[in-house]
Structure formats: structure tokens, C-alpha cells
């Protein structure tokens, strides 16, 4: 998404750290086993959530999915 790219656009700026970047298709947030998996490869220091379901038009509708993507799973990134 548009946040992660801005994150991206920085690494070349940082070379004293290592960022590791996984979009939606790489990575399920909601899958909290699969977020351990990869906490456990890279054992992060930081971890900055770049995700967020921002189809404000849907989000009536997906309600659910919302408040997964925008509750759920930021919980689980906290728990990492």
C-alpha cells in the first residue's frame, strides 16, 4: 500500500538497519500462527504495521473484515 511504499522509498536512507517487507499476498495478518512463524525468522526489534482496511466505501458492508484487519490483527502484531 501507499504507507508501505513510503517506508520502502526510505530504506536506501538507513542502511544501519534492516527492513523486511511483506505485502498482503506474502503475508496474512490475520493468520497469527503465520505472524509467529515469521517473528520467529527475522526476530524483530520493531515491527511497524503499514496495513489497514481503508476501503471506506466497503466498510459498511465488511464490516467484519474491517474490524479484523483494523483490530484483530494490529493485536496481533503487538503480541510478536
Known sequence: ???GMEFAALVKDYPQF???FYTRHDLDILDEK???IIADEINPDYVVNCAAYTAVDKAEVEK???YNINTHACRSLCNV
Do not use: R, V
Open 1 to 3: 500500500g501507499q504507507l
Open 64 to 66: 467484519s473484515l474491517c
Open 18 to 20: 534492516e527492513f523486511h
Open 34 to 36: 503465520a505472524l509467529g
